[in-house]
């Protein structure tokens, strides 16, 4: 039985994975490509987490495509929502065919000799393990793990009596009817679910050991309703678009300029939302600077409602231990729980776990810096989607699909088969992602670094990243190509950048990139 290949092997059909293949479609037609998702379902997050309430934490106009224009009434979707729009898309762009399920990348390896990808594949149905061949491997897999999440070790857990839950393993037939529930954490999943559960629960107590900053947010944008009714879709999804990522980027820019001014504008729309109800510097005010950690949206004011009507309470202190009925506080203060849900975070890894071997030598990406934020320095043909942590996930993810079709484009002009970052000696390592969050802190030891300087540092702001990936030159002096071997010919259904699968080309000397 031969190896199956292709041009180009997506990992992950997630937001991020869907739109990289509705991009090659329009922009690449005749690159040949797979996705690959090891869960049953396309939607990666959106099909993932089940718990009450789950939203997007941006709008759709941002956190959808520009290709594709959200239509739905709200712009602040619940997952199922989500869900409709990303099977739309795959019907849209006919990417079903395209799609292989339970198919979990374990490993992928690059042969210079070969100028491919040989990818390990385990089936989820059937635990067999399948080979594929490709010539550009491209991560799409978000950058946390969906089989494990963060649960901190709490003193006396076994003498808890009650039920403990983490939300992105929510059971279905979970029934909050009659139960005191302690919900632990203070990002978005608790200021999801708090909301959602109260009124149905006898009482849920958010306990945080700091506080997030939060701001009131509409679900349905009056601008697009006004805009809808006299512009065709695709005209209000751009103008759209473009005034929400105006918004985010102003909104992030001016609290990095201005911290104590928005940390003022924050807290007095949370003071005129919950009154004396709640003691706002205690539970709504940090100790770090406003997008030191991300912001939270609290849609229609759900959180603030729920707590003027007395159906829900927030508690600020760390715990002790739980004990048979509950939670004691370090404060000495006993919350009683039949429910206690720990929306402590996620754990960080990259390319789904997938191990990565270059010509026999394991790739660690801690150790690597990001090119244009999508690719690993020093390795060949291979990319990885990720999105802005302070903008909405698929702003990013499109400008790196847009890349990444038009490098693959110039190959195929050029006659290129691989590409790879030339890694900077002299640059200054940083941290990727500038900021606080427990869990980007917990993985800073995982995850790829940045530079100090262009091309290896992240921008995070989307209009200087189009410039960047959109319309800067592909060959700038840090790409490195080689070309096609003359003794291994392509075929007539091979592009430059794929070995002829008729036999195994010798290994092509690396030149440095000319500008053109």
């Given amino acids: 039985m031969s190896i199956p290949h292709d041009d180009v092997l997506i990992v992950g059909a997630g937001l991020s994975g869907l739109c990289a293949g509705a991009l090659l479609t329009q922009r690449c037609p005749d690159v040949s490509f797979t996705i690959l998702e090891g869960r ?54 006919g990417l079903a065919s395209h799609l292989r399920f339970e198919k979990r990348v374990e490993q992928a390896s690059w042969s210079t000799e070969a100028q491919r990808w040989t990818v390990t594949v ?10 594929r061949t490709c010539g550009f491997l491209w991560g799409c897999t978000g950058y946390y793990r969906y089989d494990r999440a963060h649960t901190p070790e709490f003193a006396g857990r076994d003498d808890f009596e009650g039920t403990v839950l983490h939300p992105q393993f929510w059971p279905e037939d979970f029934d909050p009817a009659g139960k005191r529930i302690v919900v632990i954490g203070s990002g978005a999943t608790a200021i999801t679910l708090v909301p959602s559960l109260a009124g149905q629960c006898e009482h849920v107590t958010m306990l945080q050991r700091s506080p997030t900053y939060v701001f009131p947010w509409k679900r349905e944008d009056a601008m697009a309703t006004q805009l809808n009714r006299f512009l065709p879709a695709p005209v209000s999804h751009r103008i759209l678009r473009f005034k929400n990522t105006a918004w985010a980027t102003g909104f992030y820019l001016a609290a990095r300029r201005f911290p104590n001014a928005t940390r003022r504008y924050l807290l007095d729309e949370v003071r005129r939302q919950v009154g004396d109800v709640v003691d706002v510097d205690t539970h709504f005010t940090p100790r770090y600077d406003p997008w030191d950690e991300r912001p939270c949206m609290v849609p229609e004011c759900d959180l603030f409602e729920a707590l003027r009507r007395g159906e ?12 048979a009925t509950g939670l004691r506080l370090q404060s000495g203060e006993e919350l009683e729980a039949d429910v206690i849900v720990t929306a402590t975070g996620l754990e960080l890894q990259v390319m789904g776990g997938a191990r990565l071997v270059v010509d026999g030598e394991v790739i660690d990406p801690s150790k690597h810096l990001l090119y244009r934020g999508c690719m690993l320095g020093g390795v060949p043909n291979h990319a990885i989607s990720l999105g802005y942590t302070n903008a909405s996930w698929t702003l990013k993810c499109e400008l790196v699909s847009q890349y990444v079709c038009r490098l693959l ?5 050029a006659g ?29 030891a995982r995850i790829p670094k940045q530079g100090s300087r262009a091309p290896w540092r992240l921008a ?39 070995a002829s699968s008729s036999r195994v080309p010798p290994a092509s000397s690396a030149r440095p990139a000319t500008a053109r």
């Avoid at 089940?50 to 009434?73: H, N, Q």
């Avoid at 385990?122 to 080979?131: K, L, Q, V, W």
């Avoid at 927030?314 to 004990?323: A, H, K, Q, S, Y």
């Avoid at 484009?409 to 002009?413: F, G, L, R």
Wanted: net charge negative; glycine share 6%.
């Fill in 40 to 93: 049953p379902q396309i939607g990666g997050t959106w099909d993932l987490f089940r718990y009450p309430g789950v939203r997007s934490d941006s709008d759709m106009y941002t956190l959808g495509f520009s290709f594709f224009p959200w239509k739905e009434a709200q712009s602040i979707a619940d997952a199922d929502a989500i869900l409709r729009y990303l099977h739309d898309t795959v019907e849209a762009f």
């Fill in 122 to 131: 385990r089936d989820g149905a059937t635990g067999e393990i399948e080979t």
């Fill in 312 to 323: 829900a309470s927030m508690v600020t202190d760390r715990i002790d231990r739980l004990t």
């Fill in 409 to 413: 484009t110039h190959m195929e002009a």
């Fill in 416 to 444: 290129y088969r691989v590409v790879r970052p030339e890694p900077d000696p002299d640059a200054e390592v940083e941290p990727l992602i500038d900021m606080q969050s427990g869990y980007i802190e917990r993985a800073r």
């Fill in 460 to 498: 995070q702001n989307y209009f200087v990243d189009q410039l960047l990936l959109r319309f800067s030159r592909i060959e700038d002096g840090v790409l490195q190509f080689s070309e096609e071997s003359p003794a291994c010919p392509r075929s007539s259904t091979t592009t430059p950048f794929v």
